[in-house]
């Protein structure tokens, strides 16, 4: 099944239908999802053959309790503009969804959780059902919604993004227990302060985490959050059969017995079912005869779905609260709801991952009238005649025709990029004064980048660049300290014209941000270049976002300044050693680690472009460095920028005969230089490799060894290449100031030993000659390993 082409008959083809109709309707493809979903599972599990004695897994109790509200958000109040974040366990309801508009293959269904499958949680570059945002990670994509409104707001201000189209809501199906993680708040706060419009975060209130029943007070605890925060706050409790019988004489007081619950008795008392309601209540209102009364007038399937009748569950509750909503204002539905609704398991709370057996699923099946061999009928069973359901499933707005996801052309990237030539400078200086000179071309480039930083905007070399193209809040706002004549080289106005926008300190926020603008193209039809820029250090405090935003291809710069030892003073806590291996590991993000502007410069260009290239690029990570340097004299030819871009380059050429070569990246290019020189008398022809990329110079590597398995014998990579010059029992000597691991590799490439120099432990406060001599990266150190190296020869 593919997805169904736009027809000029469906889209003047609206069917105004009843509201009781409807509700109908809706009921019955609730029951139809909750089924699929479950079904979906059950067949990954029990139906398909096993080869490796895993558990394939699956949350049919997680999905059960969404149904109802995915149900209503999909075919009653999405529109093809909203966007929406799926809550990762809700996975099959939603390819569930997606089958029966007809978006979502059976195959696929059949192989969830297998290979090329239905994913386990959606995906947006994975799955081929038009996920809006990936989820996995709790937390993220609730987060992701905040800040794909801030983006589908900034884009709009800025008047690119395509005419026609209407203004969407940025939605995320949210399990309670992700409220937990301190992401959400942190988002939260970054859009109060940004006044971000159009979200709904739809709480699926379970009371249910993966271990046990959530504490009872927190309810409230996220209501006032909520509305402190600007946020409009819906609780949807009762569902409309437990409203009427409050009405009934008892009513008041089984709604207060209701309320005074503790969340675990009553998810024990779901799973126990009507025996265990009419005991508690029995013991509870053994005086109260019209409760009694009450609740002996139902047999025990209506009581059972009297007291599971929660807001989270009754349609009509669910439709009037989304409907009323006809404003802007960020919205927070806290939706009552019992994990593993209407299955076996419902309220136990070792639900999470518990499934279904197969006699279980076959009294399912057989309550749900679907014939043995129609498990996958998408309307089998169902009380409406078939088609009566598909006109109505196509008529729904969020079946109307029309594009989802936007190509957006590329935005020109000049031929070369380059700042006058400084005597000294640092990585970090260099990228100030390139993203300057971006900003006087003033052309689409200029325009089309958006910056923005967790509070180390200053710090991190934007200044100059924001002085220039100003900060962005859709209000404008003055800079105080302008206006009142304090001297300051920092403009500080905000305004709906600039390009820069200031985060506080939350680099979670900073990545989750970067994955909305990095989607901008594909989400809201305009393309934007944001770069983030953050210390080194702190890519780990934010890294589970930052994988996040590249599991989702969105395209970003990221520059993280500084690093290493290199920036001295500031001590142990804010020297970064892992990084370099985050930037070769990460997928989707290239690393590179220039010492020089020039470098830079042309690292930039090529990243602008490959940002762009929407088949095969990636993100960017530049690792720079505050520590001056002094620069080189020189004219880039073609043949050097290329080498640039794809990861290193000889600053001295070895000779055929060499014995050793040094080999070094980024900010320790000098003590790599000094070692050379001193060495070369005594070890005539020695090389000295500038690694730009050690990320690239490895992939490459592994690209050319896969080719070589296939088609291409003789292909070579960058770094084969590079290393051909040495003779195969010349040593190499690496040098990096970061993790040594970040290099030592290179001595599988060739078959040469190496002696590798890198940090390994926890810096400390100095200088950057005691601290290079203290972790072993200073020239003497160098020296030594090449001495090293030479007596190891034939070892
Ligand atoms: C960051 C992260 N930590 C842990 C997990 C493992 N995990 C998956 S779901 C879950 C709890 C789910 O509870 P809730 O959000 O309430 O969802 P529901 O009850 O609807 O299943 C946990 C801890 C995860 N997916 N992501
Ligand atoms: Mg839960």
């Not at 207060?256 to 079912?273: E, F, H, R, T």
Request: proline share 5%.
């Amino acid at each position: 099944m593919a997805f169904r082409e736009p027809t000029a008959e469906r889209a003047v083809h609206e069917i105004r239908v009843d509201e009781q109709a409807k509700l109908r309707y809706l009921k019955e493809i609730e029951r139809k999802v909750l089924w699929l979903s479950s079904w979906m599972i059950h067949n990954a599990n029990h139906l398909r053959s096993k080869r490796d004695g895993l558990k394939v897994g699956g949350h049919q109790a997680s999905c059960a309790s969404a149904v109802t509200l995915m149900t209503a958000l999909y075919f009653d109040n999405l529109r093809p503009q909203d966007r929406v974040a799926v809550k990762p366990h809700a996975s099959p309801v939603f390819h569930a969804i997606q089958y029966l508009f007809g978006r979502q293959t059976r195959e696929r269904l059949e192989r969830f959780r297998g290979f090329g499958g239905a994913q386990s949680y959606p995906s947006r570059t994975k799955d081929a059902d038009d996920v809006d945002f990936s989820t996995g990670s709790v937390g993220l994509g609730v987060a992701m919604t905040l800040f794909a409104a801030y983006v589908q707001d900034y884009v709009r201000i800025k008047g690119w993004a395509p005419g026609e189209r209407a203004t969407g809501r940025m939605v995320a199906l949210v399990g309670d227990a992700e409220l937990d993680e301190g992401n959400v708040y942190e988002a939260l706060l970054e859009g109060w302060k940004h006044d971000v419009r159009n979200v709904w975060w739809v709480i699926d209130y379970n009371r249910q985490s993966l271990d046990s029943v959530v504490e009872d007070r927190l309810l409230h605890r996220f209501d006032t959050l909520f509305t402190s925060m600007g946020w409009n706050v819906v609780t949807l409790k009762y569902g409309k059969e437990q409203l009427r019988a409050f009405q009934r004489p008892g009513g008041e007081a089984l709604r207060a017995w209701i309320d005074a619950c503790p969340n675990s008795l009553y998810s024990a008392l779901v799973y126990k079912g009507a025996a265990g309601w009419r005991e508690a209540l029995g013991r509870d209102f053994h005086r109260d005869k019209a409760v009694r009364a009450l609740i002996d007038g139902f047999n025990d399937d209506e009581l059972q779905r009297l007291m599971t009748n929660l807001g989270g569950h009754d349609m009509e509750t669910i439709l009037e609260a989304f409907n009323a909503v006809e404003d802007d204002t960020p919205t927070c539905f806290i939706a009552y709801t019992v994990k593993g609704f209407g299955l076996p398991f419902a309220g136990h709370k070792d639900n999470h991952a518990g499934l279904m057996n197969p006699e279980q699923m076959a009294t399912y099946r057989r309550s749900q009238k679907v014939l043995e061999g129609a498990e996958w009928e998408p309307f089998a069973g169902l009380d409406t005649p078939e088609g009566e359901l598909r006109e109505f499933v196509s008529s729904v707005p969020f079946a109307a025709p029309g594009e989802r996801r936007f190509t957006t052309p590329p935005i020109a990237v000049p031929e070369t990029l380059s700042v006058p030539p400084a005597e000294t400078a640092s990585t970090q200086e260099g990228f100030g004064r390139l993203l300057n000179e971006i900003a006087k071309r003033k052309d689409e480039l200029a325009d089309r980048i958006v910056t923005t930083s967790p509070d180390v905007t200053v710090s991190t070399n934007l200044g100059g660049w924001v002085n220039r193209q100003g900060i962005f809040h859709r209000q404008p706002r003055a800079d105080v300290f302008h206006e009142e004549h304090v001297l300051s080289a920092q403009k500080w106005a905000m305004s709906p014209e600039g390009q820069h926008v200031e985060l506080g300190i939350a680099e979670n926020n900073l990545f989750v941000l970067l994955a909305a603008f990095g989607l901008s193209g594909s989400l809201f039809g305009a393309r934007v270049l944001p770069i983030g820029t953050l210390y080194d250090p702190f890519i780990g405090r934010g890294l589970d976002a930052l994988n996040y935003a590249c599991y989702q291809d969105a395209r970003f710069l990221l520059v993280a300044t500084p690093s290493g030892l290199s920036l001295a003073p500031e001590g142990g806590a804010h020297q970064s050693v892992l990084t370099p291996l985050v930037g070769t590991g990460q997928s989707g993000l290239t690393s590179f680690e220039p010492a020089f502007v020039d470098e830079l410069a042309e690292i930039m260009r090529w990243s602008f472009e490959h940002m762009q290239d929407d088949a095969e690029g990636g993100s960017v990570y530049l690792r720079l460095s505050t520590r001056p340097l002094s620069q080189p004299e020189r004219e880039l030819t073609p043949q050097l920028r290329q080498s640039i871009v794809n990861g290193g380059y000889w600053e001295e050429r070895p000779s055929r005969e060499a014995e050793v070569a040094i080999v070094c990246t980024g900010v320790v290019s000098p003590e790599a230089r000094a070692a050379f020189e001193q060495i070369r008398e005594d070890v005539p022809g020695a090389g000295l490799l500038q690694v730009t990329s050690s990320d690239r110079l490895h992939r490459g590597w592994r690209e050319a060894q896969a080719a070589r398995g296939q088609a291409d014998r003789r292909g070579r990579a960058h770094v084969e290449e590079l290393l051909a010059a040495l003779p195969t029992n010349a040593a190499l000597v690496t040098i990096v100031d970061g993790h040594p691991a970040a290099l030592s590799w290179l001595g599988s490439v060739g078959g040469h030993r190496v002696v590798s120099l890198g940090v390994e432990e926890f810096g400390q406060s100095g200088d950057v000659p005691d601290l290079y001599r203290a972790y072993g990266i200073d020239t003497d150190a160098i020296v030594d390993a090449v001495a090293r190296a030479l007596m190891d020869e034939g070892v």
